[in-house]
């Protein structure tokens, strides 16, 4: 069996033996701490009365008074440590451990890119930044607040026609969706309401608010609201997998890699090396490069351009899998209901496409070398 079903916490990762109990580890800790302060609650109760211009400098300034912050914040260090020492000893019992690859034949690593759109500012904005995106081959997926302002049916459709996915981005993003099982319970017929009318399979939480038992129960295909660190969210910590994971029958898609808004707005950064680094970090583990940006936050030339040299920069990885989260998710649950037998024959709905992954290569960094490939998938 390549995975096995913890019945008492309901999560499935992509590794088995000790390696899995590192993940749910961190996993558990951040579905702990993942509660917003008594100074953040009453932050999203004033919100609505704040200006915008008043919350970027509030969010500016902790950013900039967080000074005990790393700056490799954005690689999960804690976590992968744990990891290392795990897989160690995983690979101590057996030097042959193997595991299926967690992407697809011929790919080493895969690349999403999402966004979340805050405003009808940036709703004006999708069409240019989703130009622009398409210049260089790629779709990404649009996540819009349902119940904040208007969204052109038009804009939905002609997304999708493009090859685009649409996503939904909580009720109405005034940070109180988790606020109380009363707050949610009330909010989500709607949301699944707007799922269903956006013909969306996945969710993301505003804020990055999560609380996975609750986002369970709106049924969607998967989630994306954990990532694996980041401490600049409101809730902060992360659930350090950088791959796919399962929480019962729903797909968990982290975000691994910083938010534009972290960036380019809160720690006031002018380059992409974050986003370059965190790539490279994310490659040498086999990992997923989930992107969240906001079109709201790349409204000006300089974030725009820092937005274009990543493209470029995506353009010329070669062993990448760049596909929609929709289409991770549909692997994901293909690749989970896929198994290893004896003689390390791959047998399950990954079919052909599903290859193997030693412990013990992983370990000493099977995926840092490039492999010669053309990037495939629906997405390039
Ligand atoms: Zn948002």
Known sequence: MNNSFDSETDLQFAFGGQAQQVLERHFLDDAASAKLSAKFRLYYLLRPIIPIWLR?????????????VPSDWYVPNAFIDDFVEALRSDCQQNSDATILHPWPKPHQMCVSLTHDVETREG???????????????????????PYKY??????IEDLKARGHEVGVHGYNHDGRLFSSRRVFEKRRTPIMDAIKKFDAVGFRAPMVHRNLEWILTLKSDYDASCFDVDPYQAMSGGVGSIWPFMKQNMVELPYTLPQ??????ALAQNDISAWTQKLKFLRRWCGMGMLVTHPDYLDTEE?????????????????VWFALPKEISAWWRRRNDSTIGNNLDVSGPVGDQG?????NELLHGPCQHDTVTVAGGATR
């Open 303 to 319: 974030r725009f351009d820092l937005y274009r040299q990543f493209l470029e920069h995506l353009q010329e990885q070669s062993d």
């Open 123 to 145: 709703v004006l904005l999708v069409d240019r930044l989703a130009k622009l995106e398409e210049s260089y081959g790629f779709r990404s997926c649009w996540n819009f607040i």
């Open 56 to 68: 970027q400098k509030l969010q500016k300034s902790r950013g900039s008074s967080m000074t005990d």
């Open 355 to 359: 290859q193997l992954l030693k412990l």
């Open 260 to 265: 534009d808004h972290t960036l380019f707005i």
């Open 150 to 155: 208007k969204i052109e049916s038009e804009l």
